[in-house]
């Protein structure tokens, strides 16, 4: 039965949502996305991410971003990072509030994404937390391919359990849960969410779903009802992980607002104006994005 009657989002569309596009948006239009996702009630966004530009050119701007940001005191502007040099970068951007570390389940992944075996991964995340506390700034862990990798399949979950212990003992924020390729199913889902949680007591998890085999919303939904104090969400239900072969977008934000409003889940968000912000990236996107939502009728119509 689902207790926590309401659920933190944090908007990830600035960064993972656009990373692996081909064609590069503008700084422009990227600072326009986060002030239309702060309009909608985001106080949570990943806006960019602190790697190198030479593998991921969509985000070779994130100085250039971040120094044109909305200046709110209320909003958390996440910077994702994934070395000591990311880490360095971050914190010398003065409007990132918090660094967003990742580690991988599987070393074929990990060399792949981030040049690391995922023990390497794991030990560079906790020094980026430490990087963060050191100069005033909060940080979290994500464990990417919690749920499946790509080259090396099945996770177990004792692996994962595992690595989020080892990662809670830093303090971070919070310990996320990352289905990078979208392969989890909600039954996954909630035994891995409610043992992780059991592993890392006093520390809230999040989890972050793509959506590539059509399962997103239900694994939103089976770690809500296990706990997950918070949801990543793209708006548009962009994204993918250059790194990650046949990795599909992100839930969408829209779809999981209507999803979770419906069920009496709060978040703070409002649906209507992420529909509308949805449209205007549309726009800018020149395509019709992955969510559902946009593309229904308002319901219940409004008198």
Known sequence: MLTNLHVEMVEVGPRDGLQNEAALVSTADKAELVRRAIDYGARRIEVTSFVNPQKVPQLADAEALVAVLPDRDDVTYIGLVLNRRGAERAIAAERIDELGAVCVTSDSFGIRNQGQSADESLAAAIEIVGLAKGADRSAQITIATAFGCPFEGEVPVAR?????????????????LADTIGCGSPAQVAEMVGRVREAVAGLPVRVHFHNTRGTGLANVWAAVGEGAATVDAALGGLGGCPF??????????????????????ETGLDLDKAVAAAAWLAGRMDRALPAMVGRAPIFPART
């Open 160 to 176: 994962v359990v595992e690595m989020a212990k080892r990662a809670a003992d830093c303090a971070p924020r919070e310990i996320a």
């Open 244 to 265: 990650a072969p046949g990795a599909a977008g992100n839930v969408a934000t829209e779809d999981v607002l209507y999803m979770l409003g419906r069920s009496h889940v």
